[in-house]
Every structure is written in structure tokens, then in C-alpha cells.
């Protein structure tokens, strides 16, 4: 695996079962025991009513680009021989919305509305990111 030039996530005690998960190659967020509300990306609390009685529950990975930008302007080292490239709002599914990218297209393939569904990248020996392509015909 060649080094990993971007930043990476840090990893912390109630968001390790996330990073987890995704290393399983398995797309999980929180839901709240108090209210149901399910939520990404993880945190030590609700997002909805503070209660910090959080179970995991796995997810279709299925979802719908509902924003997207295209980046070309540098903001971080390791992205330059990825400009440019695109960031996406996915809705997912069960509810939330995530921060990804749309991998496996051009840029100009992209549009709100389009399914998409999870894929995993394997960054380092520690972290894999659950990133996003589309959904094509029959698939
Ligand atoms: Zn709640």
C-alpha cells in the first residue's frame, strides 16, 4: 500500500465502532436508544435530543446524491493529483446525510438525484473510508 498522503479521521473511543466497521468493509451509523433519530457521522450524542445511549445499526449503503461540489482549487497537499475532484452529499437511505465522494466517474457523470451506493477504500492498514459509486443500470 503506497503511503497515504491525505488527512485521515481521528479515531476516538465513541466513534471507533464506526471506523470499525468500515475497515470490515460494513457501513454503520448510530441510532438513539431515547428518540430513534438514526445519524452520521458519529458522535458522542444525539444529534437530535443529546442523549448520548447510542446503539449501531448497519445500512443498505443505497443513497442518492443530493449536493455535490467540484473542487479545484488545492486546499490540501495530498489531493493534487486528484484536482478536480468532487465532494458529495449523499442521502442516504435509512435517513442521514454523509460527506463523501463519488468515485469511479468522471465529474461531468455527476447530478443530484443519481443512486449511488457505498463502496470501501482501503487508505492505510488502520482506516478505510466508505466513499460512493453509481448505481448503474441493472445494477
Ligand atoms: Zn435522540
Not at 1 to 20: D, R
Amino acid at each position: 500500500m503506497a503511503e497515504y498522503s491525505k488527512p485521515l479521521p481521528v479515531i476516538e473511543t465513541w466513534n471507533a465502532p464506526y471506523w470499525q466497521a468500515a475497515k470490515r468493509h460494513e457501513f454503520v451509523a448510530q441510532r438513539c436508544q431515547a428518540c430513534g433519530y438514526t445519524h452520521l457521522p458519529p458522535g458522542p450524542v444525539c444529534t437530535n435530543c443529546l442523549s448520548a445511549a447510542q446503539d449501531w445499526v448497519q445500512l443498505s449503503g443505497k443513497g442518492t446524491i443530493y449536493s455535490y461540489g467540484i473542487y479545484y482549487q488545492l486546499w490540501h497537499p495530498g489531493f493534487t493529483a486528484d484536482i478536480p475532484y468532487n465532494v458529495a452529499l449523499v442521502q442516504l437511505a435509512e435517513g442521514p446525510q454523509i460527506i463523501s465522494q463519488v468515485v469511479d466517474c468522471k465529474n461531468e457523470e455527476l447530478d443530484c438525484g443519481l443512486k449511488v451506493e457505498v463502496v470501501f477504500e482501503d487508505a492505510t492498514a488502520e482506516v478505510t473510508l466508505p466513499k460512493f459509486r453509481l448505481v448503474r443500470n441493472n445494477s
